[in-house]
């Protein structure tokens, strides 16, 4: 498993940007092969936003529907991942939790930040 610091989010108004940061701060970063986020609305479930995939030839984002076209996900470098994003909506309030997958199948979850966009 890796350890993973999240920073970024806040509190903003409706149509606003925001951009999360996910790094790993230990562990091996060579057996991560995916990182990502998911959020969990309150009394709701924890939901995909986006992760990136290591994968042969380069990255592979995959965006859940709510934030596609709105949301970017990126590698700032090979230990750390970005989400911007952008036109955000009362609806994308929550937690957002940063997850890494290694080669082995474990995961690894952030502490959460929360997120909230008023309207």
């Known amino acids: 498993q890796v350890q993973l610091v999240e920073s970024g989010g806040g509190s903003v108004q409706t149509g606003d940007s925001l951009e999360l940061s996910c790094a790993v701060a230990?562990?091996?970063?060579?057996?991560?092969?995916?990182m990502g986020w998911y959020r969990r609305a309150p009394g709701e479930q924890r939901e995909l936003v986006a992760t990136v995939a290591t994968v042969t030839g380069g990255d592979r984002p995959t965006y859940g529907e709510a934030v596609k076209g709105r949301f970017t996900i990126s590698r700032r470098s090979r230990s750390t991942v970005v989400l911007q994003m952008t036109a955000l909506r009362p609806e994308d309030t929550g937690v957002y939790y940063c997850?890494?997958?290694?080669?082995?199948?474990?995961?690894?979850w952030g502490q959460g930040t929360q997120v909230t966009v008023s309207a």
């Open positions: 230990s562990g091996s970063i060579y057996s991560v092969t995916a």
């Open positions: 997850k890494a997958e290694t080669r082995s199948g474990l995961e690894s």
